[in-house]
Each structure stands twice: as C-alpha cells, then as structure tokens.
C-alpha cells in the first residue's frame, strides 16, 4: 500500500486563518512515516518556514489540483469552483449532506472526477460523536460579538485576534443584558457559556429538554440569543419572521453560530444570508431594532487557539487513516447523500 501522502491545501477565502494540521503535529506525522505537502499560503497563522522546518515539502498555493492520486487533500472550508471533475479524495467541511446551495454541484463534480469528500463534520465515532471540531471556539467567538455588539463596543471590520486580548474586551465592556444559549450543553454551547461569563453575563440555558417544546415568548424576552443547535434532521424552527414582528419583543441581538442558512434543517429560517468579517452585523428589524451575526467561519478569529485545539483531535486520526472506522464512515456517509440525489460515482482507481 502507498504510504499516506497528505496534501494542506491553501485556503482562497481570504479570511480564513486557520489550519487543520499545525507545523507541531506535521512533524509527529511525518516521523510516523506519513508525508506531508504544504502549500504557501499568505493568511495561514502559521509561517511555510515553520511547515518547512518540520519536515514538510512545499507546493505552490493552488497546485493541489495537480497533485499526485494517491494525495489525500486536507483544507477547511470550500473548495475553488475549478476544476470541475475532482479526482481526489478530499478532506474538508463540505456542508453538501443537508440540502445546502451548492452541495448537489459540489458531489457531482467529485462524482465526475472520481474523487470522494470525507467531510470532517460526519468524522464521528463509533456513538456519532464528532472526533474533531472547532465548535468550542465558534461558540465562544459567536458569544463574544453579540455581548460586544449589544454594549456598543464592537469594533469593525473584523480582525484576528488572541483569546488574551478578547478575554479583556469582554471584561472592559459594560452594561446589564439577559442572554439565552440554546444548545448549552453542547461544544459550541460550552464555549458562548464561557465568552458570556468572561463579560460577567450569566446565561440561561436550553438544551434539547427545552427546545422540545421551545417557549418562544420566553426566547423573545431575553435581549441577546446565542443559537449553538446541530441538527441533522428538520425541526420546527426557534424563531419565523412573525416571531420577530412581535411588538413586545425584547430580543435585540441574535448570533447564530450554527448558520444553516439554506438548509431545511435551519433552525432560524428568518434571514437568507450569511454576514461577513467587514459587515459583520445586519439589522433584520428596526422597530424594535433586532440585529444578527451570522459568520461562517468564527473560529478564524481566533485562528491559533482554534488551530491547535483542532490539530490536536486530528492527529490520531489521520495516524490512523484507513478505510474503516471514522474514515470510512465519512466515505459512507459521502455515498449516501450521492445516491439520495441520484448521482452515480466512478470509481477510484487503485494505489
């Protein structure tokens, strides 16, 4: 068997920071015999010098798509809309499985290709639970800008940061709010828990208990909502455009870390885009103002913490990428959602 060859792609959105693989772990990978290519990437926190440093061998950003077969590619967020046949297999957070705008053109053009997505949202143990994933630092970063926002301390655009200098924004920033986290037992549920207290906010929690029966007066009379809710099969939503429309509503501030924007598993189908780094707050009424923070990839702001803790969970299992096991329930998984849409995989040649 050809020995695993990964490929760390860099990232075109030019917000995003992060790395699934930090140079720390790359060295523990490539002394286990695994090979390791990286590509320049001029946002990535981390420096190609310190790829390079341990051990890794360098590509130019983009050349994946040249790579060899047998490259596994490993990214984050979405790919470039070229080529359009994908020929290898690709490791990133994919967001095709629930109906999202794009999946169905994203899994034929790894249909096409012969490629496969093992998308690291669906790399689960054996119970279903994520084995990687940065939902404690989207939660906390989703937390943050809606305190800072709702007390008028949000500064704008938005910038990579540390967790030292948001914790002191938090602390600094002034002004009684009730807050409510949906999802608190949660990753991302713990991590908003933990920026609310920094801002000295004590939250009220729901978990799955409390959205079985969601009272939605109660939601609209707390002044700022943090939505940390995965689903994986439609539910009726939190809040409808009627629910805004209330005039005895005293939510202000909504933050929305899950952000299924266009999926029929939204929970919060009361706006139709996401918000972005440089507007990173829309105003959805104005009478009573309402305002959402919608960001897709939060965990960018706080891109080493995120990196790391994120490269940590990742190590073992790409020590141990095979076809079976978490891996190859993420292939599993990536069948499925082709057959449900009808779309017929060529096969992957064999090593």
Request: glycine residues 8%; proline residues 7%; contains cysteine.
């Amino acid at each position: 068997m050809t020995e695993l060859h990964l490929w760390l792609r860099h990232e075109t959105r030019t917000t995003e920071r992060r790395t699934p693989i930090v140079p720390s772990d790359a060295r523990r990978l490539i002394e286990s015999g695994v090979s390791i290519t990286v590509e320049d990437s001029p946002q990535r926190i981390f420096s190609l010098e310190e790829y390079e440093e341990a051990g890794c061998r360098v590509a130019e950003a983009g050349s994946w798509v040249s790579a060899p077969q047998h490259a596994v590619i490993v990214g984050l967020k979405e790919l470039p809309d070229e080529p359009a046949e994908l020929t290898h297999r690709h490791i990133f957070f994919g967001h095709a499985y629930k109906g999202q705008p794009g999946a169905e053109e994203l899994l034929r053009r790894f249909a096409a290709g012969g490629g496969a997505l093992l998308d690291l949202e669906y790399l689960v143990d054996d119970q279903g639970r994520r084995l990687a994933a940065f939902g404690f630092w989207a939660g906390y970063l989703g937390a943050a800008l809606a305190v800072l926002h709702h007390r008028g301390a949000l500064t704008t655009p938005l910038v990579p940061t540390t967790k030292e200098a948001m914790e002191a924004e938090l602390r600094a920033s002034q002004g009684d709010l009730s807050a409510l986290v949906i999802g608190a037992l949660g990753r991302s549920g713990r991590g908003a828990r933990v920026a609310l207290g920094e801002a000295g906010v004590e939250p009220t929690c729901w978990d799955l208990a409390e959205t079985r029966a969601l009272d939605r007066p109660a939601l609209l009379a707390h002044e700022l909502m943090v939505n940390t809710v995965l689903t994986t099969s439609p539910v009726p939503p939190f809040l409808t455009d009627k629910d805004l429309d209330e005039p005895d509503r005293r939510l202000r501030t909504i933050s929305d870390v899950t952000v299924d924007v266009g999926s029929p598993m939204n929970v919060l189908p009361i706006y139709d885009t996401t918000t972005e780094w440089d507007h990173p707050v829309r105003r959805l009424r104005e009478h009573p103002p309402l305002d959402l923070i919608a960001i897709d990839n939060l965990p960018s702001l706080l891109p080493r913490e995120a990196s790391t803790d994120f490269s940590a969970a990742l190590l073992p299992q790409l020590s141990a990428f095979e076809t079976s096991g978490p891996w190859g329930r993420c292939l599993d998984r990536f069948h499925q959602a082709c057959r449900e849409l009808g779309i017929t995989v060529r096969e992957l040649p064999d090593d």
